[in-house]
């Protein structure tokens, strides 16, 4: 405040912050894809494609961001990289919940490991998730993200796709 005019000061900063933000944006980015709404780009697999928002791809995996797909609107996947495989990764991309058949678990630490997602390697590469799969007690384990020097934990159990906003 200028204590000479009795006026606030115009260059004080003010911060407000809402709590649970990055959830209410993981949220409508999730929606956005369940709508397919938005999309602007395509992956394209031996066996379906799927439709999904490039800066979000770019910001989960290092795969996206290697290729450089700037001046592109599809990718095709390498044959590995099935749809089966690619769905839960994509939900898991946009909801934080990976859901799926305990059978292609070791495929899909392969998928995350071309894909060069860190942190969903770790997540399913544990290998009591298939034990404890019908238990309802979860895991979290710490994963630092090396570009953002930020430290996360994940979490294994049964757990609910985030609802879609309303």
């Known amino acids: 405040m200028d204590t000479m005019k009795g006026k606030p000061d115009s260059?004080?900063?003010k911060k407000i912050k809402v709590e649970n933000w990055s959830s209410f944006l993981l949220q409508k980015l999730y929606h956005c894809y369940t709508k397919q709404k938005y999309?602007?780009?395509?992956?394209k697999m031996v066996d379906g494609?799927?439709?999904?928002h490039s800066v979000v791809m770019n910001a989960c995996s290092n795969y996206f961001i290697?290729?450089?797909?700037e001046?592109?609107?599809?990718l095709t996947l390498p044959p590995q990289l099935?749809?089966?495989?690619m769905e839960p990764i994509v939900n898991f991309i946009y909801s934080g919940v990976l859901s799926f058949k305990t059978n292609i678990q070791k495929d899909l630490v392969e998928a995350s490991k071309i894909l060069k997602i860190?942190?969903?390697?770790k997540l399913i590469d544990t290998e009591d998730i298939i034990n404890d799969s019908k238990s309802s007690t979860s895991k979290t384990i710490p994963f630092e993200d090396a570009h953002i020097k930020q430290r996360h934990f994940l979490s294994s159990g049964d757990s609910p796709a985030p609802p879609p906003p309303p």
């Open 11 to 13: 260059f004080t900063m």
């Open 82 to 85: 099935r749809k089966e495989l």
């Open 39 to 43: 999309c602007d780009f395509t992956l």
């Open 71 to 74: 001046n592109s609107s599809t």
């Open 118 to 121: 860190d942190i969903l390697t």
């Open 66 to 69: 290697l290729i450089n797909l």
């Open 49 to 52: 494609n799927l439709k999904v």
